[in-house]
């Protein structure tokens, strides 16, 4: 099946820092997702990315759906420690019944 | 927001078990899906179904089975649990195409003793 390569696997950075990670795939994707997951619970979206260029921002979160289809960037500014958590990105490769394909996700820690 | 649930959110039980995770979602969606997640781990689909009395196997094979006679309803099933099935399973449900934007439910974290 599809492969989503995501990085970084992990981040230690300090409260106040500016965040950025992404995903990418050999195979040109029609649909961007993004997920924070906390430790426990179940991921909850943060951002959908429907069209090659897309810009969307969520708060502090802006993530894009690069141009060339195979790539998606998600970056949070001045974190705090709420965003302390696992980031999956996801993508579908075509519209109609083609399933979600999911990133390994990146672990945010941030260092006191 | 979406809604969608699961019970019970823990679960610890003996070898040989029989259980039922229940995933309930209010939203009307036709696809809903099964996931099986190791703590930190990445997510691994188990089974989806597209719509009622449509049940298919995932990406990672599991012992488990699933109905779907109901819109809103995925119960999962584990006729005999043991150890390997210890895990977090994870519900979710998408009113996909054109896009299977997926809502998740908080999950169930299993350990089976």
């Known amino acids: 099946g599809q492969q989503l390569n995501q990085s970084p696997q992990s981040m230690f950075i300090q409260e106040g820092e500016d965040v950025s990670m992404n995903c990418t795939s050999s195979s040109i994707f029609n649909t961007w997702l993004w997920y924070k997951q906390d430790p426990g619970e179940g991921p909850v979206l943060l951002i959908a990315?429907?069209?090659?260029?897309e810009l969307t921002s969520n708060g502090r979160l802006t993530a894009q759906f690069g141009i060339t289809r195979k790539d998606s960037f998600l970056n949070i500014s001045a974190s705090i420690p709420s965003d302390v958590g696992i980031y999956f990105c996801a993508g579908q490769p075509d519209f109609g019944n083609e399933k979600l394909t999911f990133g390994t996700g990146t672990r945010l820690t941030i260092i006191p | 927001e979406a809604d969608i649930y699961q019970t019970p959110r823990y679960l610890v039980i003996g070898t040989g078990k029989k259980i039922t995770l229940e995933c309930s979602q209010t939203m009307g969606h036709d696809k809903m899906y099964w996931y099986q997640q190791d703590p930190g781990m990445e997510l691994h689909l188990i089974h989806y179904s597209y719509g009622v009395n449509s049940t298919e196997k995932g990406d990672l094979s599991s012992e488990s089975t699933v109905s779907r006679i109901r819109t809103e309803h995925f119960p999962l099933t584990l006729e005999s649990a043991r150890p390997s099935h210890t895990s977090q399973y994870l519900c979710?449900?998408?009113?996909?195409?054109?896009?299977?934007?997926?809502?998740f439910g908080p999950g169930t974290r299993l350990t089976v003793l």
């Open positions: 990315l429907y069209k090659a260029g």
């Open positions: 979710a449900s998408s009113a996909g195409p054109p896009a299977d934007t997926q809502y």
